[in-house]
């Protein structure tokens, strides 16, 4: 009897012991389990921890790139082949050029086709560019990235140039003369053809040079782990894709956080050490970047005026393929496409504001319009939303005359300081939140926070962009919308692997093709900043920034002709 009660008891005491070590064992698991799992695409949510943790599988994860997987329905790659064969460049004959093979523009220039002509207003002036080597040897190929202007410096005029590349060193460059008088010729180049094959590669195979990161915190507890659409290795990853729109983000997954517990993204850095010593030849401030090609002749031409017709209305017709799009003449910029009007005095603003919703989109230099029409319109009073500075939300009030102004960043990637999670929200899906009607506006713009990707991740997001316009237009169609254009900057060696002009070039080219036959109106910011004659900067002075806010508001309020 007590042989039988004592084995019992031992047979008791060891379940006990093995339900320990199973629950310790369990105890152990759940502690880990996220170390070993990569989440699903709900984790775009703040899902509380135990219902994300759910939802995870483990797997092996390999290197992921969101927009080499898409799934495209054959009108979209077609579209896609089709905009990317449209932006193709020209390639050097040979894969390695030494430097002082590559372009020299010192040793270059440029001559006006029959600088001696007659000229006037409304005829094409003709230019001949010439490239030579480092070694005064004239460049049998084509590829160099030029920038071209007329100007009259006492005017205030100024105008881009349309340019066509040869292939076999030789550049012709086409100019609309538009206004009477001296007119002089500029011609720069931005980057030689080497330099171009070298941001190409970045563009491909580096699409982490600008990275970025999110924190998670619980508690007192805190993490810090980089993001990105592309992230390299196996470690597990906080999978934030979009739900509806299908754009990719990921996290490298925190040691003890889920990925539920996410709380804000902001810009990492940039990574250096990306050129070999000979890349970074093409890649000299003082030489090859953004340096002008001197004239071998003249390089100004004498316009007269055009008889019987007022200069200001040149072509005025409606054609939105016509180039240049626009000039400035005192300063003030003349679109070619369609009238605008002036709007000079805070009251003019505030009159076609009124019983307003003005949305805008975007990144910083959409930021301007925002930060313009509140210090300018006096009844316009921002609302203190508690928004990180120069990050947003925003908004502006004017209760007298019933105008709400609002600016809000694009999804990432974006490149600014903190960012709220809450606050990450991508265009078309702020777009399929909008009511509409004629009394709502909206701009848009979107390009140089994308230039370090492939141009594929650019065009996925216009289409879904696209896609919620033509929704809205359909159920709203007296909606007005707006897109701003890129516009140029100023660069040195390092902005040149990461914002050159030749990246936002190709990326407005790809978003002016994909935007063309809807509903939609342009703000020329590309031309507006090139034809001008202040420095080149990423966020352009006020004077500019004003011409955009007067043909913006030409929209809302046009003019009756």
Request: hydrophobic letters at 35%.
């Amino acid at each position: 009897m007590w042989r039988d009660s004592f084995r019992l008891q031992i047979f008791c005491l060891l379940m006990a012991v093995l339900a320990i070590v199973v629950l310790v064992h369990n105890f152990f698991q759940l502690e880990h389990l996220d170390d070993d799992t990569v989440s699903g695409s709900n984790w775009i949510t703040e899902n509380n921890v135990q219902h994300s943790l759910s939802q995870t599988t483990k797997t092996t994860r390999k290197p992921y790139c969101g927009y080499k997987q898409q799934t495209l329905s054959k009108r979209e790659q077609t579209e896609q082949e089709s905009l990317l064969a449209a932006i193709q460049w020209p390639k050097p004959p040979d894969g390695k050029i030494a430097f002082a093979q590559s372009t020299d523009p010192a040793r270059s220039d440029f001559v006006i086709v029959k600088p001696s002509g007659f000229f006037k207003v409304g005829d094409q002036l003709e230019v001949l560019v010439r490239m030579n080597d480092f070694q005064g040897k004239p460049k049998q190929y084509g590829g160099d990235y030029l920038q071209a202007r007329i100007h009259s410096p006492l005017l205030k005029a100024g105008a881009t140039g349309r340019i066509v590349d040869c292939h076999n060193g030789l550049y012709k460059v086409f100019f609309t003369l538009l206004w009477p008088g001296e007119v002089k010729v500029s011609v720069s180049l931005v980057h030689p053809s080497e330099a171009i094959q070298v941001l190409l590669r970045l563009r491909e195979e580096r699409p982490d040079r600008v990275y970025f990161k999110s924190s998670f915190k619980s508690g007192r507890y805190s993490e810090t782990t980089e993001c990105n659409v592309c992230l390299p290795g196996d470690l597990p990853v906080c999978n934030f894709t979009d739900l509806y729109t299908g754009e990719p983000w990921f996290c490298y997954k925190p040691r003890k956080l889920s990925c539920a517990s996410r709380i804000s993204h902001a810009k990492g850095g940039y990574q250096k050490g990306l050129l070999t010593q000979e890349e970074s030849l093409f890649f000299q401030s003082d030489v090859n970047i953004k340096r002008p090609i001197l004239s071998s002749g003249p390089d100004s031409v004498i316009v007269k005026p055009k008889a019987f017709t007022d200069s200001s209305s040149v072509d005025r017709a409606e054609d939105p393929t016509v180039s240049p799009s626009g000039y400035y003449y005192e300063d003030q910029w003349r679109p070619r496409t369609r009238w605008i009007h002036h709007f000079n005095k805070s009251d003019d603003i505030t009159k076609c504001l009124q019983g307003k919703v003005v949305h805008l989109f975007g990144d910083s230099t959409i930021r301007q319009w925002f930060e313009y029409l509140t210090a300018v319109v006096p009844d316009l009073v921002e609302f203190n939303l508690g928004s990180p500075k120069n990050v947003g939300p925003f908004m502006s009030v004017d209760l007298k005359h019933n105008i709400l102004l609002k600016f809000r960043c694009h999804g990432p990637p974006i490149r600014f300081s903190t960012v709220f999670s809450s606050e990450l929200r991508y265009i078309a899906n702020e777009l399929n939140g909008i009511v509409g009607g004629r009394n709502t506006v909206i701009a848009i713009t979107i390009w140089s926070h994308f230039s370090t990707f492939p141009v594929e991740v650019y065009i996925r997001r216009l289409r879904n962009i696209r896609r919620s316009i033509i929704q809205l237009l359909d159920r709203s169609p007296k909606t007005l919308i707006i897109i701003r254009t890129a516009n140029v900057q100023e660069l040195g060696p390092e902005v040149s692997l990461f914002n050159s002009d030749w990246y936002s070039f190709q990326l407005d080219s790809v978003m002016r093709k994909m935007f063309s036959g809807i509903a939609v109106h342009f703000v020329d910011a590309w031309e507006m900043s090139l034809a001008h004659y202040l420095p080149h900067n990423l966020h352009p002075k006020e004077v500019i920034v004003k011409n955009q806010i007067d043909a913006f508001l030409s929209y809302v309020c046009p003019l009756q002709t």
